[in-house]
């Protein structure tokens, strides 16, 4: 079956303005987690949906939102970007809410972001 | 939230085996142990987990102390795939919790 799908894989942006990741979790799952990887600080938990209802949030600011449609896809949203918020985003999906830690998170291939 | 420790890099020659230790000393006792690696240029993929015994699946074992303090990931014998960012995990049932991935420890396989 299809994996998880993030697009856009990269894009360009410049500090002040917005921008909006989408990722198409695998047929059946209806979790969908994102995470920040950054060189300096690693993999940073951002946000966890599940059925279209945010279940926890990390240390982020106000600027990183996200929704999940019926559907299970979701978005994160970044606005008023800053340099530092060039990263890759992953998302990761699974069955349940992280299967209750029996399971496994499947992830995409991340959307790079440069901010300019 | 309970972390884990991990070295930061390990090195190893292709065909033998590799102990990646982590160290998870504040973990609860109903955490799962998650072990995931990144291959360069690719999100991180799924490598095992356990709760309490050992595991053994087509891609490595889990040992798990007995106290579940620590546990070491082997890969029985390495190959150059097996170079990545390998990270240990704690996972909460509940699910409700925020992912620490740490990170990492860069495993560099040597031909």
């Known amino acids: 079956k299809a994996g998880v799908t993030q697009t856009p894989r990269y894009l360009i942006k410049t500090r002040g303005q917005q921008v909006t990741l989408s990722c198409s979790p695998i047929?059946?799952?209806?979790?969908v987690s994102w995470y920040q990887q950054t060189p300096g600080q690693g993999l940073q938990f951002l946000f966890e949906y599940f059925s279209e209802t945010q279940r926890n949030k990390g240390n982020f600011p106000g600027r990183f939102s996200g929704r999940q449609f019926s559907n299970s896809r979701s978005e994160m949203n970044v606005s008023t970007l800053e340099l530092g918020d060039s990263a890759l985003y992953l998302c990761?999906?699974?069955?349940?809410?992280?299967?209750?830690?029996?399971?496994?998170?499947?992830f995409g291939e991340g959307s790079r972001l440069t901010v300019l | 939230d309970a972390k884990t420790t991990q070295p930061n890099s390990m090195e190893s020659n292709e065909e033998e085996p590799v102990h990646l230790p982590c160290n998870h000393s504040t973990i609860s006792g109903t955490d799962y142990i998650h072990w995931y690696r990144q291959l360069p240029s690719q999100g991180p993929e799924y490598v095992i987990h356990?709760?309490?015994s050992n595991v053994n699946n087509r891609m490595a074992s889990l040992a798990i102390a007995e106290d579940r303090k620590s546990s070491t990931l082997i890969l029985h014998r390495a190959t150059l795939r097996d170079a990545a960012v390998y990270y240990c995990i704690l996972i909460s049932p509940t699910g409700a919790q925020k992912l620490v991935f740490g990170q990492g420890t860069r495993l560099t396989i040597n031909p």
């Open positions: 047929s059946g799952h209806r979790s």
């Open positions: 356990g709760l309490t």
């Open positions: 990761a999906s699974s069955f349940g809410p992280r299967t209750g830690g029996t399971g496994e998170l499947f």
